[in-house]
């Protein structure tokens, strides 16, 4: 029975101890969650919207961004094709421009 409130005392402190360490290994949660809380009273929002709508919110906001990203590499990909037909159309008209030079210089 003597031993009861020195083992009491022990494991308060150890209990302290343990609530100062997840404190300190969990400071930036606290510090978000605080920022949070005070932006929430700040602007009057009493309730969150629910988990459902916000990853609606999320899966709709990846959508467009995706589509946005696709549409890039669909117009990317057009330049690139239009840039290798304009490339071959270039190709074709030096190959014929000696022939057509040297038609011109049997003609005269």
Request: proline share 3%; no cysteine.
């Amino acid at each position: 029975s003597k031993t009861r409130p020195v083992r009491d005392g022990l494991k308060q402190q150890k209990n302290a101890k343990a609530k100062a360490a997840y404190r300190q290994k969990h400071e930036s949660d606290f510090i978000i969650a605080d920022a949070a809380a005070r932006y929430f009273r700040e602007n009057g929002i009493s309730k969150l919207p629910s988990y459902k709508s916000l990853q609606a919110e999320i899966e709709s906001l990846i959508k467009e961004k995706n589509s946005g990203y696709n549409d890039y590499r669909a117009k990317r990909e057009e330049y690139r094709r239009l840039q290798t037909v304009k490339g071959n159309i270039d190709q074709i008209l030096r190959r014929s421009e000696p022939q057509r030079r040297k038609e011109q210089s049997h003609e005269r």
